[in-house]
């Protein structure tokens, strides 16, 4: 939902938000509170007991036969040199169920390819262990003859990891 807000002096500015950036914004408001108190600034934290709306669950999975139109695109897509790293991306992505981050990001020091799993140091939800299949597998130890690199995806231009995914999308 947007809110116009014209009394600007350069212009209008659209607000956005929703449940979702309510419930960080609570959170957050209450944590200062909560610090507020703990060094001797304020008695009471006038956030606690706020209700949050709950936090959406995603659960939407690709079916059976876009799984097929996906992998038709993606190998459309590896023909051309530009989208070769961008579909072997995605392709991790279908893979494993790791979030866009987790995958750009991946290091080779996270790759546990003799446990087949990721052991990742920072995710969304702090360390994690994710196991992962046999293709996935496969592609990791193809791909680390290939490169020696810190990140599995590394960057063209920088020494991190692979950059320009989101704008790859916009084909």
């Not at 790759?111 to 969304?124: A, F, H, I, Q």
Request: a positive charge; aromatic letters at 6%.
């Amino acid at each position: 939902r947007a809110i116009k807000k014209s009394a600007k002096l350069r212009g209008k500015s659209i607000l956005r938000g929703g449940p979702g950036t309510a419930s960080r914004s609570v959170g957050l408001i209450g944590s200062m509170l909560t610090y507020a108190i703990n060094a001797g600034i304020i008695e009471h934290n006038v956030a606690h007991g706020i209700r949050k709306p709950k936090d959406r669950i995603r659960d939407r999975r690709l079916s059976e036969d876009e799984y097929r139109v996906l992998g038709k695109m993606l190998r459309e897509a590896g023909k051309n040199e530009r989208y070769v790293l961008t579909v072997a991306i995605i392709r991790q992505l279908a893979l494993t169920g790791c979030r866009r981050n987790e995958i750009i990001s991946l290091k080779w020091n996270d790759v546990d390819l003799e446990n087949s799993c990721l052991r990742l140091s920072d995710s969304k939800e702090g360390a994690s262990t994710r196991p992962i299949g046999i293709p996935v597998v496969e592609f990791l130890e193809r791909h680390r003859q290939i490169e020696i690199e810190i990140y599995v995806f590394p960057g063209s231009r920088t020494a991190g990891p692979f950059g320009s995914f989101p704008n790859q999308w916009k084909c």
